[in-house]
């Protein structure tokens, strides 16, 4: 008789504790508990030839979307390969799929995987994979219908079933369909109240619908539940820290910062997107982070990996903006402008397939969105709305979510208040106040439109101090000017 994991999916010859461990793997990458990388490479080193042991730790390593992974995969996926035949069809399609990422062809890779999803609707491990690769790419949609797609495959009986539930819920949100996610993602926390994913997707909801006091009781009603040993622990107080901003809390968001989100080096890549946003956003409410951006920037520059993924590298250049990096600032920018290109090139072969995904979102998200940061950090805020105004509208070609990508917005509008720009500034107020209740953070924002309103109100524009184009930094890279 043909091995089967608990799903009912052939595996090809494993041993029966191989496929335990194997199975506990996939049960914390699912809950992003504990270290599965671990307990998997436990099993890879008594069954080294175990397929679906090397599609795990393949699939870990794609959705971590950070470049420093790629050694690990690179690994897998070889070993993976060289199983040949001993793979069984589907395992293989695993490793081809994993390849793919390997060779850049990131859009390609999740395709593979959400095909394997279509002819295997019970194999757990590629939901996950193509869920997350499509949160990496901004593919919204599919982050709801390729979950769609299983539903009527699954049931409650089947092991994994709750945390397809909190997949679905964050699709559904991303699509801004809110009562459904929320009901969805409270289904999810009933059947397993330990889902940080699910937790984390109806926090989503309450941070979108402005519903401050909601978000915050969801979030500190369950810390139990996701706030240890777990890899969203940093997100979901991030989740919180933004609530709280709203509120204009902004002792208790620094107190937050320090105490959960800050990270020693090396952290994760998705910790430190966090960080950097978080105290990007400081930085633009005026708030004084002290010396907190340095750990920041230098654990971005610390792992070599700029260039190969452009959300991760627009916030290494905020963190080394904020950290007064100009240096570090042009090598990221650099390292960007190579990804464009080598992009384009590749794209430019006919067997290639369509070239680097990272290429594409970096020429057309990646670089402007990081133009517009520079420009705005140097004083200039019109070329900053040049660069931020179209460039928005696109952006979730580059991944994260409404909420993570609402940081580029923010500085939108803090561009326009600063430039006079009031007709400007009203637009995006009124559009940002038809979307959310009124809070404490957008009423400050609409004071100060008024207040420009008002005679001699454009010197209220931006009443904090700001250094000038010209002070020390600010015009020492002139390769990265966004009129470069």
């Known amino acids: ?52 042991g090397h599609a ?87 982050l709801r219908d390729r979950i769609a797609q299983v539903l009527p495959h699954w049931n409650a009986s089947l092991p994994g079933y709750s945390y397809l539930l909190g997949m679905h819920a964050f699709g559904l949100e991303e699509m801004q369909r809110y009562e459904d996610a929320e009901a969805r993602g409270r289904e999810a926390v009933a059947l397993n109240p330990r889902d940080p994913w699910a937790i984390h997707a109806v926090a989503h909801v309450m941070e979108m619908q402005g519903r401050l006091d909601a978000g915050v009781d969801w979030l500190t009603a369950r810390r139990e539940d996701w706030a240890e040993d777990n890899m969203l622990a940093v997100h979901n107080w991030w989740h919180l820290a933004l609530l709280l901003l709203e509120r204009e809390q902004h002792d208790a968001v620094l107190a937050l910062y320090d105490d959960h989100v800050a990270r020693p080096a090396p952290a994760i890549a998705l910790d430190l997107v966090d960080a950097a946003a978080l105290l990007w956003r400081l930085h633009l409410r005026g708030v004084d982070v002290g010396n907190r951006w340095i750990d920041v920037a230098d654990d971005w520059q610390s792992r070599g990996a700029a260039g190969y993924y452009a959300f991760n590298d627009v916030h290494a250049i905020m963190a080394c903006l904020g950290a007064g990096r100009i240096d570090d600032v042009a090598a990221v920018y650099g390292a960007m402008q190579g990804a464009a290109m080598q992009g384009a090139a590749a794209a430019g072969r006919a ?24 420009a705005f950090e140097r004083g200039d805020y019109e070329a900053s709305i040049a660069r931020l105004m179209p460039t928005r509208m696109i952006c979730h070609r580059f991944g994260g979510s409404h909420a993570q990508r609402d940081v580029f917005t923010l500085t939108l509008i803090e561009a326009a208040l600063r430039a006079g720009r009031v007709n400007l500034a009203d637009a995006l107020l009124a ?54």
């Not at 959310?436 to 001699?456: D, F, H, Q, V, W």
């Open 351 to 374: 067997n290639h397939g369509g070239g680097g995904t990272n290429g594409t979102m970096t020429a057309e998200v990646g670089l402007p969105m990081a133009e517009g940061l520079i």
């Open 431 to 484: 559009e940002r106040a038809a979307l959310k209740a009124m809070n404490p953070a957008l009423g400050t924002m609409m004071s100060r439109a008024r207040a420009l309103r008002e005679p001699g109100g454009m010197s209220t524009a931006d009443p904090r101090p700001r250094p000038s184009p010209e002070s020390p930094g600010f015009d020492a890279s002139p390769d990265v000017s966004p009129d470069a």
């Open 1 to 52: 008789m043909a091995q089967t994991d608990f799903r009912g999916l052939q595996v090809s010859p494993a041993s029966a504790h191989s496929l335990e461990r194997y199975e506990a793997a996939l049960n914390l990458l699912h809950g992003y508990y504990g270290d599965p990388l671990s307990v998997i490479d436990g099993a890879l080193v008594d069954d080294p030839d175990f397929a679906m």
């Open 56 to 142: 795990l730790r393949a699939g870990l390593m794609v959705t971590s979307g950070d470049g420093t992974a790629e050694p690990m995969l690179r690994q897998s996926v070889e070993a993976g390969e060289a199983l040949g035949a001993r793979a069984n069809e589907r395992e293989r399609r695993h490793f081809a799929a994993a390849r793919a990422w390997l060779d850049g062809r990131f859009a390609q890779s999740i395709q593979a995987y959400g095909d394997i999803v279509v002819d295997y609707p019970h194999d757990i491990l590629a939901i996950q994979v193509a869920h997350i690769g499509d949160f990496l790419l901004g593919h919204s949609s599919m």
